[in-house]
T-cell receptor, first 111, second 114 residues
Framework: AQKVTQAQTEISVVEKEDVTLDCVYE???????LFWYKQPPSGELVFLIR??????QNEISGRYSWNFQKSTSSFNFTITASQVVDSAVYFC????????FGAGTRLTVKP | EAQVTQNPRYLITVTGKKLTVTCSQN?????MSWYRQDPGLGLRQIYY???????DKGDVPEGYKVSRKEKRNFPLILESPSPNQTSLYFC?????????????FGPGTRLLVL
């Protein structure tokens, strides 16, 4: 069975703080893909990153970074120096065969 | 402009009245998918399609049908809607499912079944 767990339902930070969103996944497949999506208050879903199971290299994109660790089945997302515009619901997702999303983490960044 | 369109955006209906939500993409994508979003549950995949005439069940297919007769269109059909199908529905498309996957999502269809 495939499963994605985002244990943090809501996180609130003050602008410029760093924040990490946790994602833990379960799958028996050896080939799989992990994703992060952002859903701002306007409601659209925006792709942020894709990682395949054979590539554990961490990635940085501006203020965003992702830490993929197969040993702990985790794919965590860190926002450095958070901004109000980062306020959104963030979803972690797993594809081995079909697509499974976590329940999402609502991030609120206060000025 | 590359996009995924869904219609209608909002729909109120009654139990048992068949309805169709259309989805169309203009990016020549092979892969298309339907999701429903419910509070506290995230997005759950209903059906997906790897290509024309190829569809498969996702996590929550009960009560839904789909078809993929053309590459660009992937309608979602509720033959006999029930109140537990009240939800926010998203259609998505991608070049493929996996190594090049970047799902583009439609704007969503908010459905209320009375």
């Amino acid at each position: 069975a495939q499963k994605v767990t985002q244990a943090q339902t809501e996180i609130s930070v003050v602008e410029k703080e760093d924040v990490t969103l946790d994602c833990v996944y379960e799958t028996r497949d050896t080939t799989y893909y992990l994703f992060w999506y952002k859903q701002p208050p306007s409601g659209e879903l925006v792709f942020l990153i894709r990682r395949n199971s054979f590539d554990e290299q961490n990635e940085i994109s501006g203020r965003y970074s992702w830490n993929f660790q197969k040993s702990t089945s985790s794919f965590n997302f860190t926002i450095t120096a958070s901004q109000v515009v980062d306020s959104a619901v963030y979803f972690c997702a797993l594809r081995a065969w079909d697509m499974r999303f976590g329940a999402g983490t609502r991030l609120t960044v206060k000025p | 402009e590359a996009q995924v369109t869904q219609n209608p955006r909002y729909l109120i209906t009654v139990t048992g009245k068949k309805l169709t939500v259309t989805c169309s993409q203009n990016m020549n994508h092979e892969y298309m998918s339907w999701y429903r979003q419910d509070p506290g549950l995230g997005l759950r995949q209903i059906y997906y399609s790897m290509n024309v005439e190829v569809t498969d069940k996702g996590d929550v297919p009960e009560g839904y049908k789909v078809s993929r007769k053309e590459k660009r269109n992937f309608p979602l059909i509720l033959e006999s809607p029930s109140p537990n199908q009240t939800s926010l529905y998203f259609c998505a498309s991608s070049f493929d499912a996996g190594i090049q996957e970047t799902q583009y999502f439609g704007p969503g269809t908010r459905l209320l079944v009375l």
